[in-house]
């Protein structure tokens, strides 16, 4: 199975800050990643798919980037709304797998 | 409302079965590929299972394979797990989801709210 490896598993920012959290995937998986966002006691809801294709009705402060082994996600304005646990997903294959999530937590 | 319902979740002792069901209203199910995905308690997400709208295409995680089993059934408008040999690494939060293409691996697009498994004596 292809192994996704997050960094950095929790990171604390304020409201307004940059916050870019890494996925590496263990081969290349093209183009073939989706981020997700998960609150407590909700299930996860897809950001990005395609690696850098925002979901209909996501802010635009999100934004993926990324290929073959190395990707980002970015928020450009931290929002109260997105303290929450991300996961990255690869699709390359029908055995999907996820990243071990980052927890962004309030500073 | 586009929704997916799980249900069936509960309490079982190690060795014992259970068999999940997700119902899936507001959505075209019958033209897309779904799937289980669990997550155990405080831990990250874990899929475990793939089903075509055909039923033609089934994938199954390692960790599970050979204990369950997906089906669907289209004029229900259902998916199902069953599962089989539970031991306590199964006490999860079982999700179905969608994925948005069919017989491609995909995001996914659409969750259920999840229903819990526990296994414990």
């Known amino acids: 199975d292809i192994q996704m490896t997050q960094s950095p598993s929790t990171l604390s920012a304020s409201v307004g800050d940059r916050v870019t959290i890494t996925c590496r995937a263990s081969?290349?998986?093209?183009?073939?990643l989706a981020w997700y966002q998960q609150k407590p006691g909700k299930a996860p809801k897809v950001l990005i798919y395609k690696a850098s294709t925002l979901e209909s009705g996501v802010p635009s402060r999100f934004s993926g980037s990324g290929s073959g082994t190395e990707f980002t996600l970015t928020i450009s304005s931290l929002q109260p709304d997105d303290f929450a646990t991300y996961y990255c997903?690869?699709?390359?294959?029908?055995?999907?797998?996820f990243g071990g999530g980052t927890k962004v937590e309030i500073k | 409302e586009v929704q997916l319902v799980e249900s069936g979740g509960g309490l079982v002792q190690p060795g014992g079965s259970l068999r999940l069901s997700c119902t899936a209203s507001?959505?075209?199910?019958?033209?897309?590929?779904m799937n289980w995905v669990r997550q155990a308690p405080g831990r990250g997400l874990q899929w475990l299972s793939y089903i075509s709208s055909s039923s033609g295409a089934i994938y199954y995680a390692d960790s599970v394979k050979g204990r369950f089993t997906i089906s669907r059934d289209s004029a229900k408008n259902s998916l199902y797990l069953q599962m089989n040999s539970l031991r306590a690494e199964d006490t999860a939060l079982y999700y179905c989801?969608?994925?948005?293409?069919?017989?491609?691996?995909?995001?996914?697009?659409?969750w259920g709210q999840g229903t819990m498994v526990t296994v414990s004596s």
């Open positions: 989801a969608r994925f948005g293409r069919d017989y491609s691996p995909d995001a996914f697009d659409i």
């Open positions: 507001g959505l075209t199910f019958n033209d897309y590929g």
């Open positions: 081969q290349s998986i093209s183009s073939w």
């Open positions: 997903q690869q699709y390359n294959t029908f055995s999907v797998t």
